[in-house]
C-alpha cells in the first residue's frame, strides 16, 4: 500500500514523496566499514617503482599512483587494484580532524570538532546510466529491483500526479531503460536501500554523513562547498524562495558535473543541491550531543516525530538538499530526514569507499 508521505522540514520544499509501508521496523546490518580492506601497497609484481619505499605507485596501471604512496591527495588512487576507480572518479581524503555542526540549529549542535579515519567520496552523484547495470544485475540474480533483504530498490511507477516523472523504465524481463536525455542526471526515485546496495556491488558502501559533511567542509567551516558565500544559480541546482515563493534555477535535475564552479575544495560535484543524497546514517535530532569524537556512524536506530506525524518513523539521513529547495537546506552541515521506505524525484545518491 502506497500513502502520502508529509515532507520533513528539511526537504519540505520537494515534490512528491510516498511511503511504502510502515518504516519503524526496518533491522540495518550494513556497515561502512564493510568494505575495509588491508592496506595492501602492492609491493608484489611492481616494476616500475620511482620512489624509494618499494609501494608500486600505480599498481592497477590507471595512471594514477595509489593513496599509499604518499602524494597529492587529490591526484590519488583511492583503489589501486581497481582501474575503474581513479582521482577522476572518487577522490581521496586523509585522515583529518574537522568541525562538525553549526550552532544555528538544534540538530546541528553542538557544532565541535571530530576525526575521520581516511575515505574516498565519489566526485559525482550516480547517474541514471550508473544505475541501470546494477537493475540488470539484479533482475540477473532473480531479485529484479529487491535488495538482498528484500528491500525495494527503486520507483518506477508514480500512481500519483507527478511533475518530475520518473527517468527509469521497467521494459520487463530485467530490461532498463533510461527516458531520453536523463543518461547523465543523478538516479533518484531510489530507497535508501538502493544506495547501500549499489555501492556494494559498485565496490564501495554509502559515506557518513561526517565523511559527507567533511568533503563539503574542505578543511574550513564554510556553509557551502565552495566557500562561504551564498549561492546563485551558477554554483549550484537548488532554488531560490522570494517572498515566501520558490523560484528554482532549473526546476529539475541537471546533469552531475554541471556547476564545476561549485566545486568543493578538493573538486567533489554538486554536494549542493541537485539531488539531495542518502548517507549511511540514521538520523535523530540529538545524535551530535552524544556522537563518538572518532568515525561516528551514527546511532543504531533513527527516529522521527513531527507535529503532522506524532505517530513517528524511522529515518534516515540526507544530504545537500536538491533542486527544489532553498539555500539553507543545501549548506555542508544541514541535514535532512527521510524514512527509511521513502523515495522522491528528489533523492539520491553518491558512494564512498575505503581506501584499499
Ligand atoms: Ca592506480
Ligand atoms: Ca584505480
Ligand atoms: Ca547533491
Redesign the pocket.
Known amino acids: 500500500m502506497r500513502v502520502n508521505l508529509r515532507l520533513s522540514v528539511a526537504l519540505v520544499a520537494m515534490a512528491i514523496v510516498a511511503c511504502d509501508g510502515a518504516a519503524g521496523d526496518s533491522v540495518d546490518t550494513a556497515s561502512p566499514g564493510d568494505s575495509a580492506a588491508a592496506l595492501d601497497t602492492a609491493d608484489s609484481g611492481d616494476t616500475g617503482d620511482s620512489d624509494d619505499t618499494g609501494a608500486a605507485?600505480?599498481?592497477?596501471?590507471?595512471?594514477?599512483?595509489?593513496w599509499a604512496s604518499g602524494g597529492d591527495p587529490l591526484l590519488a588512487?583511492c583503489?589501486?587494484a581497481d582501474?575503474d576507480v581513479?582521482p577522476d572518479t572518487r577522490r581521496y581524503f586523509p585522515a583529518a580532524r574537522f568541525v562538525r555542526g553549526d550552532d544555528e540549529f538544534a540538530n546541528t549542535s553542538p557544532a565541535r570538532e571530530i576525526s575521520l579515519s581516511a575515505y574516498c567520496l565519489d566526485v559525482r552523484e550516480v547517474t541514471n546510466a550508473d544505475f541501470v547495470p546494477y537493475l540488470e544485475a539484479r533482475a540477473a540474480a532473480g531479485m529484479p529491483n529487491l535488495a538482498d533483504d528484500g528491500s525495494p530498490l527503486f520507483a518506477f511507477v508514480d500512481d500519483t500526479p507527478d511533475t518530475y516523472g520518473e527517468r527509469l523504465r521497467d521494459e520487463g524481463g530485467g530490461v532498463y531503460t533510461v527516458e531520453p536525455g536523463y543518461q547523465t542526471h543523478p538516479v533518484v526515485e531510489v530507497y535508501w536501500a538502493a544506495g547501500e546496495g549499489y555501492c556494494a556491488w559498485a565496490g564501495g558502501r554509502l559515506p557518513t554523513e561526517a565523511e559527507w559533511e567533511s568533503a563539503g567542509r574542505g578543511g574550513e567551516q564554510h556553509d557551502f562547498p565552495w566557500g562561504p558565500t551564498a549561492p546563485d544559480c551558477t554554483l549550484e541546482n537548488y532554488a531560490l524562495i522570494v517572498d515566501g515563493q520558490r523560484e528554482p534555477c532549473e526546476d529539475d535535475t541537471t546533469p552531475v558535473g554541471t556547476y564545476p564552479t561549485g566545486a568543493s575544495a578538493h573538486g567533489v560535484l554538486d554536494l549542493a543541491g541537485n539531488a539531495a543524497e542518502w548517507v549511511f546514517d540514521w538520523y535523530r535530532a540529538d545524535y551530535y550531543a552524544e556522537s563518538p569524537e572518532a568515525d561516528p556512524q551514527g546511532p543504531d536506530s533513527g527516529w522521527v516525530t513531527e507535529e503532522v506525524n506524532p505517530e513517528g518513523y524511522a529515518a534516515r539521513l540526507t544530504r545537500g538538499g536538491n533542486f527544489l529547495t532553498g539555500a539553507e537546506f543545501t549548506t555542508t552541515y544541514a541535514r535532512g530526514y527521510e524514512p527509511e521506505a521513502a523515495h522522491s524525484n528528489g533523492i539520491g545518491f553518491r558512494c564512498a569507499q575505503t581506501p584499499r
Do not use: H, L, N, V
Open positions: 605507485p600505480d599498481a592497477d596501471a590507471d595512471g594514477a599512483p595509489s588512487d583503489d589501486d582501474p581513479g
